[in-house]
């Protein structure tokens, strides 16, 4: 009965780690695809809501990581035009070379909320370097660089037509990005450096308590470096996965 019992273990692990791998790929092509949405209002409030609960788990996974990065606790998106489909390529171009960057979100457990730096101020520059239109991604990678082995960043931001300055102060956090996944599948994972969570998996969760226990479980799992473990080592995993699946409903594979 033991051995049959390790067996399946061991089998659950396997095929967990198989599906692991079927699944990143998945969700690459479906988040190139779908990358468009993510500039969509719905989007925006979704991330806001995801980022107002992990902002202080990685606060927390600082204690316990082996490294930390500084970061000021505030969210960048770059504000594009809707087209339609008789949108010329060149009218496209023109409206984009002019888009904005704002600030999508604070955290209030960051010392931003408190500077006098407000969402939807448009943004700059930061440390005096220009702030380039790009993917939200990308736009909070910049503002994780700027932000490295510095105590606070100046931030140039434009509010009715004025320029102000600010200083935010950083605070260390654990360094590992979320990104959110446009899939129906209700899964949640982590790769050992970035932690993935499908829309699916947020629709399907019911508050932010459960938003906290899916994604603490992943910061944990990060910071453990679980997804990196040799699959024997999967098998504490996998009794997790199914305690989290039957009590949630979400698949936490990773």
């Known amino acids: 009965l033991y051995i049959c019992c390790l067996f399946c273990l061991v089998f659950t692990s396997c095929s967990a780690s198989f599906r692991r791998t079927v699944w990143l790929d ?7 695809h779908y990358v468009s949405l993510k500039n969509s209002q719905e989007y925006r409030k ?3 809501e995801v980022y107002a609960v992990y902002f202080p788990l990685l606060l927390a996974g600082a204690f316990f990581s082996e490294n930390s990065i500084q970061h000021p606790g505030i969210l960048l998106y770059e504000e594009v035009d809707h087209f339609t ?3 010329s390529l060149d009218e496209r171009m023109t409206a984009q070379s002019g888009n904005k960057v704002r600030i999508q979100y604070i955290d209030k457990y960051f010392p931003a909320s408190v500077s006098g730096i ?3 101020d448009i943004v700059t520059k930061i ?3 220009s702030v380039h239109n790009d ?3 990308t736009l909070q990678q910049f503002v994780i660089e700027q932000s490295a082995e510095h105590e606070g960043i100046y931030v140039t931001v434009e509010r009715f037509g004025e320029e102000q300055d600010y200083f935010l102060r950083t605070l260390p956090v654990a360094p590992y990005q979320l990104h ?4 129906p599948e209700v899964l949640s994972y982590s790769n050992g450096q970035d932690i993935f969570l499908t829309l699916g998996l947020f629709n399907y969760l019911r508050g932010s308590s459960q938003l906290a226990y899916v994604l603490g479980y992943e910061v944990a799992n990060t910071i453990l470096q679980h997804p990196l473990r040799v699959a024997g ?3 504490v995993g996998s009794v997790v996965d199914f305690f989290s699946f039957y009590t949630y409903g979400a698949q936490t594979f990773g």
């Open 26 to 32: 998945m969700i690459l092509r479906e988040h190139e």
């Open 46 to 48: 979704i991330e806001n």
């Open 85 to 87: 489909n008789t949108t």
């Open 118 to 120: 407000q969402e939807q």
């Open 127 to 129: 440390n005096g370097k």
């Open 135 to 137: 993917s939200s991604s």
């Open 180 to 183: 959110l996944v446009f899939s």
């Open 233 to 235: 080592q999967l098998v």
